[in-house]
């Protein structure tokens, strides 16, 4: 019942930063989902017979192309395939899945914080045996494969009943639909001390997470409320809808203001936390604070050795390029390796594989450590719930010591969202023309000391990623950073990180955006944001 259907290439299936990611009426076309599915298969050796872990974030036209992927996955000789119940896996959840039954590999089915719907985004992703993202050798190889593609492979079989856990036989494949929070939750139990998280609840300690009705209800349900006895009503928007109830599903200062809001005001609760539409990224908000995503990265990597998980100490840390430098001070203080990458998780995992760092981190909200191979919002609320019970202190106290001690990375980034790709992609192009000549350059009282190109040479494998995004880099430590998005499926983002360092605490209490001002203002003098895009303003500042 194996059947060839005949098929020809589309020519825009090239992965971006985290997958193959497009409105889902282009995901409609015929064959789209199906050829994209067939080029990861066509990129891969020797997985007959093997594991498959397929799951996605429940979001619109998720189900379908489960059912496609698992079809798919028997005619081209996978032995067996391990979905979630109701075709729903976390990203960190699939990536510990992948690892736990020593798949071959799996497919998650996202488009991460991007909204979802009928006429919104939806995304394919492969994820290779140790649970991290395919490197950029398999992902080219698929973009090669899905231009020359003549067919595909699949079973003509009923679809498989996804809304319950059970075994079921799909010619000569097995399909276990599996519970899709069990495994996630009892690797969360090894790490932390849910004693101690428990007896902070019991006394008192008050939190609010935002699922925003996405993958994460379910897994921070169980883990936060049953499993740790946090009050029922802690979790909020906690059932995954499949246009995640007309939100984005991205936890950051705009789309989860609300939250922000509550954290801020009167009788604010001790603790505040979301994560995003496939569970990967966090949000970390205390008492009267936001805490930055590269702060966030900073502390949990000085205080993880208070979790059990954690308990001998950390083998190094790796941050993105555009993340800020407050976790290097963190590692030189412990004496440990420091790796900065391009963006997008599938750098660090080389680095975790060889047992080179245990902490990693994304200034875009992304923190996560060796347990898995994506990162994990979750996990990083965990760990801080832990840090909070281990010291007795609140987010405030530990954040403004952190500072203290280290001194202050002044952070923000800028987003020009849906502008046109012509107009973006001059502007990256004059600015890296202007490299040779920025060195020496005075931009009011700042003075320019280094630009580059970002490029990476990976220390376990040895490839290398070039322009990987323009780095203006000033004397003093400032710095700031642009580049384009490579997870947008409409017109050209463009992001600007910026930084300042700050040693002297007596000048730590200033808003982010007036102690960025000066740089904020060189920005905008070395890439003409305003007449090449014609923005005045950015759509997101984070
Ligand atoms: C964005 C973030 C990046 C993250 C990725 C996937 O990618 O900037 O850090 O890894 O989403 O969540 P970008 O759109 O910038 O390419
Ligand atoms: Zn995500």
Known sequence: MIITVPTKPYSDQKPGTSG?????????????????????????????????????????????????????????????VLVGQGGILSTPAASNVIRKYKAFGGIILSASHNPGGPTEDFGIKYNIGNGGPAPEKITDAIYANSKTITSYKTVDAPDINLDQVGNFDLGEMHVDVIDPVADYAALMEQLFDF?????????????VFDAMSAVTGPYAKEILENRLGAAEGTVRNFTPLPDFGGHHPDPNLVHAKELYDEMMGHDAPDFGAASDGDGDRNLIIGQGIFVTPSDSLAILAANASLAPGYSNGIAGIARSMPTSAAADRVAEKLKIGIYETPTGWKFFGN?????????????SA??????????????????????????????QEIVRQHWAAFGRNYYSRHDYEEVDADAANGLMD????????????????????????????????????????VRVLFAGGSRVVFRLSGTGTSGATLRVYIERYEPDSSRHGIETQEALADLIAAAEELAQIRSRTGRDTPSVIT
């Open 366 to 395: 992304g923190t996560g450590s060796s347990h898995v191979r994506e990162k994990d919002g979750l996990w990083a609320v965990l760990l801080w719930l832990n840090v909070l019970a281990a010291r007795g202190e609140s987010v």
């Open 430 to 469: 004059a600015l890296r023309a202007s490299l040779p000549t920025l060195p020496g350059t005075k931009i009011g009282a700042l003075t320019v000391e280094k630009a580059d190109d970002f490029a990476y040479h990976d220390p376990v494998d040895h490839s290398e990623s070039r322009k990987q995004g």
């Open 351 to 363: 680095l975790l594989d060889a047992g080179k760092v245990t902490i990693c981190g994304e200034e």
């Open 20 to 80: 193959l990611r497009k409105k889902v009426p282009h995901f409609q076309q015929e064959n789209y989902a199906e050829n994209f599915i067939q080029s990861i298969f066509d990129s891969l050796e020797d997985f007959k017979g093997k594991t498959l872990v397929i799951g996605g974030d429940g979001r619109f036209y998720n189900r379908e192309v489960i059912q496609k992927a698992i079809k798919m996955a028997a005619a081209n000789g996978f032995g067996r």
């Open 195 to 207: 004693n101690a998280i428990r007896n902070m609840f019991s006394l008192g300690f008050r939190m």
